[in-house]
C-alpha cells in the first residue's frame, strides 16, 4: 500500500491550495480516504473524509465552508481543495486510507473521523500559510 500526498507549499493568508494523495497497492474504491494534519507541537487532527461510495463526506468544524474533499476512483486518487487559508492552517498535511465497504453510515461518522481507525497513511505534505 502507498499513499503519495502532494500540493502543499507557500501560500499567502487567503490563498488557496489543493492537495492531492495518488494511491496504489490496494483496491481505491473499497476504501474511504482521509485527511489530516500536524502541526509542530500538536496532535494530529481529522479534518474530512469521504466514503469509498456515494461521495459522502465528513468535515472537522475547523475546516468546513473552507476545504472540499474530492475523489477519482479512476484515478486512484483523493484531493483537498483548500480556500481561504490562514496562518493556523500551517501544518504538515497527511492523506489515509481505511477500507469501508461494510461499514454501516452511523458507524461511519464516528470511525472515519479517529486517526486510529486508518490503516494506512501518506508520508504527509507540508503547508505554510505565511505573508
Known amino acids: 500500500v502507498q499513499l503519495q500526498a502532494s500540493g502543499g507549499g507557500l501560500v499567502q493568508p487567503g490563498g488557496s491550495l489543493r492537495l492531492s494523495c495518488a494511491a496504489s497497492?490496494?483496491?481505491?474504491?473499497?476504501?474511504?480516504m482521509g485527511w489530516f494534519r500536524q502541526a509542530p507541537g500538536k496532535e494530529r487532527e481529522f479534518l474530512s473524509a469521504?466514503?469509498?461510495?456515494?461521495?459522502?463526506?465528513y468535515y472537522a468544524d475547523s475546516v468546513k465552508g473552507r476545504f472540499t474533499i474530492s475523489r477519482d476512483n479512476a484515478k486512484n486518487t483523493v484531493y483537498l481543495q483548500m480556500n481561504s487559508l490562514a496562518p493556523e492552517d500551517t501544518a504538515v498535511y497527511y492523506c489515509?486510507?481505511?477500507?469501508?465497504?461494510?461499514?454501516?453510515?452511523?458507524?461511519?461518522?464516528?470511525?472515519?473521523?479517529?486517526?486510529?481507525?486508518?490503516?494506512?497513511w501518506g508520508q504527509g505534505t507540508q503547508v505554510t500559510v505565511s505573508s
Open positions: 489515509a486510507a481505511r477500507h469501508d465497504r461494510t461499514m454501516i453510515t452511523s458507524v461511519a461518522v464516528v470511525k472515519l473521523r479517529a486517526r486510529n481507525e486508518y490503516d494506512n
Open positions: 497497492g490496494f483496491t481505491f474504491r473499497d476504501y474511504a
Open positions: 469521504i466514503r469509498s461510495r456515494g461521495g459522502v463526506t
